[in-house]
């Protein structure tokens, strides 16, 4: 939260930062994002079927965890591959 002033008696409101101050969201961390978010799928899978092999848990929640960790899994392979080959055909461009 921003710094926040005085408007009118009994309420307040945030200023906004300046611009500058602000660190710009780039390419880098939208992908760490991305890749956190993966992970944290894939282990809420992975605890999942742990739990329900113990003799715990539910099979339907299990099996939407694990299906939703391989559809995010999917997703982001398909988007490397994509990735992939936007740099290769960069790479045969001549200049």
């Known amino acids: 939260m921003g710094p926040v002033v005085l408007v009118e008696p009994g309420t307040i409101a945030e200023v906004a930062e300046p611009r500058a101050a602000r660190p710009a969201a780039g390419f880098g ?3 760490a994002r991305a890749v956190s978010s ?3 799928s894939q282990q ?3 605890a999942a079927s742990a739990t ?3 003799g715990g848990g539910n099979l339907h929640e ?3 965890a694990l299906e939703k ?3 995010a899994m999917r997703v ?3 988007a490397r591959n994509k990735v992939v080959e936007a740099y290769q055909e960069v ?3 001549s200049v």
């Open 91 to 93: 790479m045969r461009m």
């Open 69 to 71: 960790a391989d559809i």
């Open 29 to 31: 961390d939208a992908l």
């Open 76 to 78: 982001a392979v398909k």
């Open 38 to 40: 993966l992970d944290a």
């Open 44 to 46: 809420q899978a992975d």
């Open 52 to 54: 329900l092999a113990a």
């Open 62 to 64: 299990t099996a939407l």
